[in-house]
Structure formats: structure tokens, C-alpha cells
């Protein structure tokens, strides 16, 4: 068999699976779920392992799933990784009536690619003729939301980081994965583009308590010690530290108080706060870290209150591997043509997929199809083939060209990165920032 016609090949196995890929990825998107709670969805998943002849394994760090093809080669391997959770935009008119979950994430259609992918690499038998090993990985939790859930969790011994991807990491089930991809929908992009981005910003995460003193706020304020003018004041620091953030650091902090008081009549004491603080680098996120903090104790001190300030660890900047990402545009200009190709730099947003970039090459295209904001009420896919079926045939195609004739290309890849971490590195980093 020859590469052309291994690719062909793969996108017709993928054409041929189209109905049922559809039909798949609607379900997905008519059943969300939250992050290590994607117990349905990892089920449909299952279903799907089975039905086109994958063994796999499940329950990874709680909801994950993991398929496992052997190639013509064994001393490399390359993971297609999907999401599992959804987001909460409770007036997303497709929303779960109790827990507000909805797919404004794109992430189904994630799920619909890594599945597309494999169904072109391996029931086509085109994984025997590959220089690699492939996994296909189910990846829970990659929203970092519902964080007293987590914590909870964490307490409970069942997991110690807030993402999917990075406990995958601690667990050890990327140590024999030498690359990795995935793609992510592209809010407000409803034609057929794509965007190929220089990387996402990384964040840290906090947790904020401010504890006073209650008191009649009508009788007696004078008795009390406010927590929300604290917390207040700490928020007007962190604004006052803006203009300190350098414009190519692309820092981001984003507050929101999730609790201001219990009655308008009682002097507030208990005040909670929980923000991100977002940067293209991770020597700039921890100096911006070290100034939110600074202000949000300062607030404290003005007040008479006490402050504790949780770390929580954010996830990386992504880093995305320019070869492939080549590799990821020429394969997709034959299906929507080179002009429809966007090169971008660095996006606002995070991905725990930054984290697996720091320890081997790896990309996170963003593809259209998608109309409406992303997380938000207007999400709606509009051209389920390009959110879907045409990425999996780049991401099948792309594939091929990596791991043709021994892998040669892939190797190229892997000897020209230089990694940031290895596991042991990168686990010892996180708990140095939790650890403070």
C-alpha cells in the first residue's frame, strides 16, 4: 500500500462511518455531562470501542478511556485525544434542566473526530503499515469548573489535579505516548476554516476567603469587620496592578466573588472569591500570580481581615508543534483549500492539552462549522461535516504522513523538540506553585 492510498482509503472508511458519527456526536450533545462525572458519555464512547473492534480500557482518572492499536513499528506511539465533559450555560436553550451542562465547548465534537480518526486508521487495517503505535484517549475534566467538586475529590483521595489531561500525567498513562493531537471547535467561525494557533495562554487557579466579623449593619456596623469591603479592596489592587503586565505576556486576571454575605442587614464575614490569572508564559503567570496575591492580602490588611489564598494548579501554555501543525494544513488545504487556512498567535483561552506539550510535540487546531460564542447561549454547530468528519480525515491524513515508512517524519519531530518537563519534573513544578 502507498501513502496516497493509504489516505484515501481512511477517508472513505470515514465517509462510508458517517451516519453513524453523526449519530453518535448528536447523542453526545443531547446527554452533557460535567467533568468526572462523564459516566454516560465514557459509556457511549465504550460502545463505540466495541462496535468498530477497539479494546480499550476505562475508568482513567475516574471517567477516562483509553484504545490501544499496535503499528508495524513499537518503539513509538502517537494519542488522538477527545474530551468527555461539557461546560454549564444554564440559558443555552439545550441545556440539562438540573445541572445547566451543554456542549458549548465543542467538546462532542472532539469525541466525533477521535472516533472518525480511528474508524480511518483501523478498520481499514492502514495501522499495521505505521511506524508507530496508536492510542485513542477519552479525556475527562478538561473544564476547570465546579472546583469544590474537585476538591472534594481530591479529599477523597480520587484524584490531585483539577485536569483531565494532567491526571493522565501523574498516572503514568502518557509515559509510552511520544506525540499527541486533538482538535477544538472554533467559536463565531461558521464557514469552512480552520485555525491554526502559535499556542493558548496558561493559568494558575485561586480560591479566596475573606473571614471578618458579622454584625447588625444598621445597629452596631461598628462592631463588625467587613469581609466584601476587604475583598473589595483586594479586587481595586488587583485592577491598580494592571498596567504593570507586560502586552506580550498576555496576562489575563479575571475575578468574580461566588459568595458577598449572607443578609443585607449583617455586617458580611464571610466572602469568597475565585479567579484565574492567565499568561502566554509560565515565568510571567507566576509573577502576575505573586501581584494578585500581594493585592488581595493588602485588601485584608486594610480591613482587619484575615485572607487564605488557595493555589490551584492552572494548566500550561500550549506550545504547539510547528511540523505538525504544517503537516495538519497541507493535508486539510486539499479539503477546504489553502485560503481558507488561518495562521493565528497566541489565544486567550487555556487547555490542559498545554500541559502534554510541554513534555512531547503536540497540536490543537481550532476548526469552524461552529456559529455563536463559545461557553455561551448562541452555540450552534452549523456544518456538522466540518466540525467533524472533515477534521478526522486531516487528523487520519496527518497521522499517515507522521508515521509513514517507519515513522521517519514523527522521528524528525521528536528529535527536534526540546521538552519543557518530564513527569517527574512536571509533577514536582505543580506542587512547588500549591505548595507555595
Known amino acids: 500500500m502507498q501513502k496516497q492510498e493509504a489516505k484515501q482509503k481512511a477517508m472513505e472508511a470515514i465517509d462510508a462511518a458517517a451516519d453513524r458519527l453523526n449519530e453518535f456526536v448528536r447523542d453526545i450533545w443531547k446527554h452533557p455531562e460535567l467533568g468526572f462525572k462523564e459516566t454516560r458519555t465514557a459509556s457511549k464512547v465504550a460502545e463505540y470501542f466495541d462496535e468498530i473492534g477497539l479494546e480499550y480500557r476505562d475508568e482513567i482518572a475516574i471517567t477516562g478511556l483509553r484504545a490501544d492499536v499496535d503499528g508495524a513499528g513499537d518503539d513509538l506511539r502517537m494519542a ?3 474530551e468527555l465533559d461539557a461546560v454549564v450555560c444554564r440559558d443555552h436553550p439545550d441545556a440539562d434542566p438540573e445541572t ?3 456542549h458549548a465547548c465543542g467538546h462532542h465534537a472532539q469525541l ?5 480518526t480511528a474508524i480511518g486508521l483501523t478498520t481499514t487495517g492502514i495501522h499495521e503499515h505505521l511506524g508507530a503505535g496508536l492510542s485513542f484517549i477519552a479525556v475527562p475534566a478538561e473544564e476547570f469548573i465546579e472546583l469544590e467538586y474537585r476538591e472534594k475529590l481530591k479529599a ?4 490531585e489535579f483539577f485536569g483531565g489531561k494532567q491526571e493522565l500525567i501523574r498516572l503514568g498513562e502518557l509515559d509510552d505516548v511520544d506525540l499527541a493531537a486533538m482538535i477544538h471547535s472554533a467559536a463565531e467561525l461558521p464557514d469552512r476554516k480552520m485555525q491554526l494557533a502559535a499556542g493558548n495562554n496558561g493559568f494558575v487557579g485561586k480560591t479566596v476567603r475573606y473571614s471578618g466579623q458579622e454584625a447588625h449593619a444598621g445597629a452596631a456596623p461598628f462592631y463588625g469587620v467587613n469581609a466584601l469591603n476587604a475583598a473589595m479592596l483586594g479586587l481595586m489592587g488587583i485592577h491598580a496592578q494592571r498596567e504593570t503586565f507586560k502586552d506580550e505576556d498576555s496576562i489575563r486576571v479575571h475575578p468574580i466573588i461566588t459568595r458577598g454575605g449572607d443578609l443585607v442587614n449583617i455586617v458580611p464575614a464571610d466572602v469568597a472569591i475565585e479567579t484565574y490569572v492567565r499568561g502566554k508564559k509560565t515565568e510571567a503567570i507566576l509573577d502576575a500570580s505573586a501581584k494578585v496575591n500581594r493585592a488581595l492580602q493588602g485588601g485584608a490588611y486594610a480591613i482587619g481581615a484575615e485572607v487564605d489564598i488557595t493555589e490551584l494548579p492552572g494548566y500550561l501554555p500550549m506550545l504547539s508543534n510547528s511540523r505538525m501543525n504544517d503537516l495538519f494544513a497541507e493535508n486539510a488545504s486539499g479539503l477546504i483549500g489553502e485560503e481558507n487556512i488561518m495562521r493565528v498567535g497566541f489565544r486567550g483561552g ?6 502534554i506539550s510541554h513534555l512531547m510535540p503536540a497540536i490543537h487546531p481550532y476548526i469552524g462549522g461552529i456559529k455563536g460564542r ?8 452549523v456544518d456538522e461535516e466540518m466540525a467533524w468528519l472533515i477534521p478526522a480525515k486531516v487528523m487520519a491524513c496527518t497521522v499517515i504522513d507522521l508515521l509513514w515508512d517507519d515513522a521517519e517524519v514523527a522521528r524528525g519531530v521528536i528529535d527536534e523538540y526540546e521538552p519543557v518537563y518530564d513527569r517527574d519534573s512536571y509533577l514536582d513544578m505543580w506542587r512547588e506553585v500549591i505548595e507555595g
Open 156 to 159: 477523597e483521595g480520587k484524584l
Open 374 to 381: 463559545g461557553h455561551a447561549r448562541d452555540f450552534e454547530v
Open 350 to 355: 487555556s487547555t490542559d492539552m498545554g500541559d
Open 112 to 116: 466525533g473526530v477521535m472516533m472518525g
Open 100 to 102: 445547566a451542562a451543554i
Open 80 to 82: 488522538i485525544l477527545g
